[in-house]
């Protein structure tokens, strides 16, 4: 059977990271450093975090924030725990205010005019802190969406199959006519299968390794896939579109 719809996860999915300003964080910590290093650096840190997330932590629980920067950090060679500690009030008090996945992912905008333009019914599924509505709606994408869940404002948090339903329910399609892009396999692709979805890993760089589901390099490529019809260990129907 065809599918009819796409969720999409939205930190690392549709919102980028805002480099720039970990870049200044840590510029005044003295570490002068490219976005580009802490963009990989950061990528890397995610699959280093998913044993954490996979034992059902909460992704809004300020210790997972502090061992993902850590992770990060880490990988970025600086070692100093205070200043580990000093980047990271800083960080998270702007994560609090502002939103730190708060920049619309470059491919964002044509992958979701494009999916619009077929008829997909589009929809995000977000742990967040009750800012992801209008974060992206600030970053012109809410527009392409038919509904947004986050965790904070539903009371239930993703890798919880309850709210990928709530998803399903919104879009009002069938588990197999769904398929949902996200970028942590235990939160994103277990979560989403738990429900009966589809699930599609973003792997930019593939730092993944070997997983049992279609993984993707961008948003572009993804949108790919679910045109084309899924390869691999999660096979996906084919799509008239």
């Not at 300003?21 to 840590?26: A, D, H, Q, R």
């Not at 580009?36 to 975090?49: C, F, P, Q, S, V």
């Not at 992206?136 to 709210?163: H, M, T, Y």
């Not at 738990?194 to 930019?204: E, S």
């Amino acid at each position: 059977m065809a599918l009819r719809a796409v969720f999409f996860d939205a930190g690392n999915t549709l919102l980028n990271m805002n480099y720039a300003f970990i870049v200044e964080v840590l510029a005044q910590e003295g570490y002068p450093l490219s976005a580009g290093a802490i963009m990989e650096a950061e990528r890397r840190a995610r699959i280093r975090l998913d044993p954490l997330l996979s034992a059902r932590r909460s992704t809004e629980d300020p210790g997972i924030f502090k061992a993902y920067m850590k992770f990060t950090c880490e990988g970025l060679g600086i070692p100093p725990e205070e200043v580990v500690e000093r980047a990271l009030g800083k960080i998270m008090e702007y994560n609090r205010t502002e939103g730190l996945w708060n920049k619309p992912n470059p491919d964002a905008f044509r992958v979701l005019r494009g999916l619009k333009a077929k008829g997909f019914i589009l929809g995000v599924i977000s742990n967040s802190n009750g800012t992801i509505e209008a974060i992206l709606r600030k970053a012109g994408l809410a527009g392409f969406l038919n509904f947004v869940l986050d965790s904070a404002v539903v009371g239930i948090e993703k890798p919880d199959p309850r709210i990928f339903k709530m998803g399903l329910e919104k879009a009002r399609v069938a588990p197999h006519e769904a398929v949902y892009i996200g970028d942590i396999y235990s939160v994103d692709i277990l979560g989403s299968r738990a429900a009966g979805l589809h699930g599609i890993l973003l792997d930019p760089i593939g730092a993944w390794g070997e997983v049992n589901c279609p993984k993707a390099r961008d948003l572009a490529h993804a949108r790919d896939l679910i045109l084309g019809g899924f390869t691999g260990a999660d096979e996906c129907p084919q799509i008239n579109a």
